[in-house]
């Protein structure tokens, strides 16, 4: 029910060359459905591939929590966090770099499903 395993990097601060550094996560446990497309336009074309992600805390397993964005921001050491934001970015399966790499999408939307007792129940991503 929920065979895939994804990599997250989270953009956590501006480096001295001005770029950015990301603390990486393997997140295992997880369902993803993700559409590869091309669109053509007047300049040729451009990726229009989607992801559709479906997080759900009690079934996933990591060796990091999750916090929510702003409390993310906020954290001196990342170790052992990560969070979903729109300046985070999504690889399929386990990748081992540092950086975004290998198939990946950025993240377009978070929503939180909440159950009758209002934890989250479930995440739904959508990235592109």
């Known amino acids: 029910m929920f065979p895939h395993t994804i990599t997250v990097w989270n953009q956590i601060a501006s480096n001295h060359t001005g770029g950015f550094t990301y603390h990486r996560t393997i997140i295992k446990n997880v369902r993803y459905e993700h559409t590869i497309a091309k669109q053509s336009t007047k300049e040729g074309e451009s990726n229009a591939s989607t992801l559709l992600l479906f997080v759900f805390p009690t ?21 052992g966090n990560f969070t979903f934001d729109t300046d985070t970015y999504i690889g399929l399966g386990e990748i081992d770099t540092d950086l975004p790499s290998g198939e990946h999408y950025s993240i377009d939307s978070v929503t939180k499903v909440n159950a009758m007792s209002n934890d989250i129940h479930h995440f739904e991503i959508k990235g592109s």
């Not at 990591?62 to 050491?77: G, M, N, R």
């Open 59 to 79: 079934e996933m397993v990591s060796d990091s929590s999750y916090i929510d964005p702003e409390s993310f921001k906020e954290l001196k050491e990342h170790k």
